[in-house]
């Protein structure tokens, strides 16, 4: 079986969970023996995915038909991008203008939307020569590029939704990405949540019938660790870990108050906060008008061998999304040694139930379950033991089979 699948970002070149989705998923389904064609707006030359049967083909029309190669793709679409995230890119940018067949045209769409309708034409002319069962697109910046793809093939579609516009907000969606999203939903002939908390979030707010969703819950490559747990401060100090994007839908502001409430009982802790956002700023200032700026460690963005690093070295990990579709990283925190703290709001809930649970606006609570893994070891070592034995029951290999059952599904009824 052959899959042509859209994304938007792939390892390395990542900077959220749907990279680590991408790359799972993509290496569970070659070993599972199908071949994937990975359509996506950035990837740098001579990068190896290390996947066989995974190809990155770029989106550029001029490396459509055969021949084609790794290498950066002209696009300045980038993971997570928003309206002005991507327009600010624009202006800094000098756009080239190509000539072609006597006609002058940007090289970029002059904002995201109309980068994301450039991206669907490239698709289009994709998928005439690019052979394939079927097509997988993955959140609303590939589903304009899915369904172009499926008009010019015939061929059926599935997307895939990693966050919906509602999460991603607070639950004020943008109009413009929400009717993207609703479009692709459907349009496509299946829909892929990653959780049944986001299959009821699509059926709730996008009218889409429950037996059209489908869920295939993500999961954590195995195969790396970081096994040192060594400290870094001399001073003995316990350290709790907030690790993603500083945004609305990651609730760092509740991580922060929380923070601010075990400080008033233990001392000797530390709070790093790995990652970087539109809220960074914000969230420094919050430290320092919170008094606890001394205890607030920001380290910024951090990738491959760093992110395993920070997991190990601390001692509870703390993830206090607002709405969150899946969230892989208390599995990364798991794999690598440490016991969690998550959302109720949550999809990663539905699949480890040996972690601390809270409601992301429960401050309280979260400050309390924080100082009682830290306080007793018990709790600490029992939360880890189980948590470890549940993440063993999760693979991307499965996962990809579960999408494999659902493409032949698909591909069946389209034929009948």
């Known amino acids: 079986m052959k899959v042509l699948m859209f994304g938007w970002e792939f390892p390395p070149f990542k900077s959220g969970g749907l990279g680590t989705a991408c790359h799972g998923l993509t290496s569970g389904l070659s070993n599972n023996d199908v071949k994937v064609t990975f359509v996506m707006p950035f990837c740098p030359e001579n990068s190896d995915s290390g996947i066989k049967n995974v190809k990155v083909m770029s989106s550029d029309m001029k490396y459509i038909p055969k021949n084609v190669d790794i290498k950066k793709i002209n696009s300045l679409m980038q993971s997570y991008d928003t309206s002005s995230s991507y ?96 479009e692709g939903f459907h349009k496509a002939d ?28 993500n999961a954590c490559q195995m195969d790396r660790a970081w096994h040192s747990h060594r400290k870094p401060f001399d001073d003995g100090s316990k350290i709790v870990l907030f690790l993603g994007r500083i945004t609305l839908q990651k609730g760092p502001e509740y991580f922060l108050h929380a923070a601010k409430r075990v400080l008033e009982q233990m001392k000797d802790v530390k709070f790093i906060m790995a990652g970087s956002g539109d ?112 993440l063993g029951k999760l693979s991307w290999d499965k996962a990809a089979f579960n999408c494999l059952n659902i493409y032949r599904d698909i591909i069946r009824e389209h034929l009948n």
């Open 87 to 182: 327009e600010e890119r624009y202006r800094k940018c000098d756009v080239e203008v190509k000539k072609g067949d006597g006609k002058e045209f940007m090289l970029y769409g002059r904002n995201l939307f109309s980068e994301v309708h450039r991206y669907a034409e490239n698709a289009r002319d994709i998928a005439r020569y690019e052979n394939c069962d079927i097509i997988h697109a993955h959140d609303w910046m590939t589903y304009k590029a899915g369904i172009a793809a499926k008009e010019v093939s015939g061929k059926p579609l599935v997307v895939h939704i990693h966050a919906t516009e509602f999460d991603r907000t607070g639950g004020n969606p943008n109009q413009y990405v929400y009717d993207i999203e609703r």
């Open 279 to 390: 809220m960074m700023n914000r969230m420094i200032d919050l430290s320092t008008h919170l008094g606890i700026s001394r205890n607030v460690l920001f380290s910024g963005f951090l990738s491959g061998s760093d992110i395993d690093r920070a997991y190990s070295m601390a001692d509870l990990y703390v993830m206090p999304s607002v709405s969150e579709p899946f969230g892989i990283t208390p599995l990364e925190a798991i794999k690598n040694g440490t016991p969690t703290l998550i959302s109720k709001q949550s999809g990663v809930s539905e699949v480890i139930t040996n972690a601390l649970k809270v409601d992301f606006w429960d401050i309280d609570d979260m400050a309390n379950k924080i100082l009682a893994t830290l306080k007793y070891s018990s709790l600490h070592s029992t939360l880890l033991e189980n948590s470890t034995r549940e």
């Open 190 to 217: 299946k829909v892929i949540a990653v959780s049944n908390y986001t299959k009821g979030m699509v059926v709730k707010h996008y009218g889409i019938p429950e037996n059209k969703v489908s869920v295939v819950h």
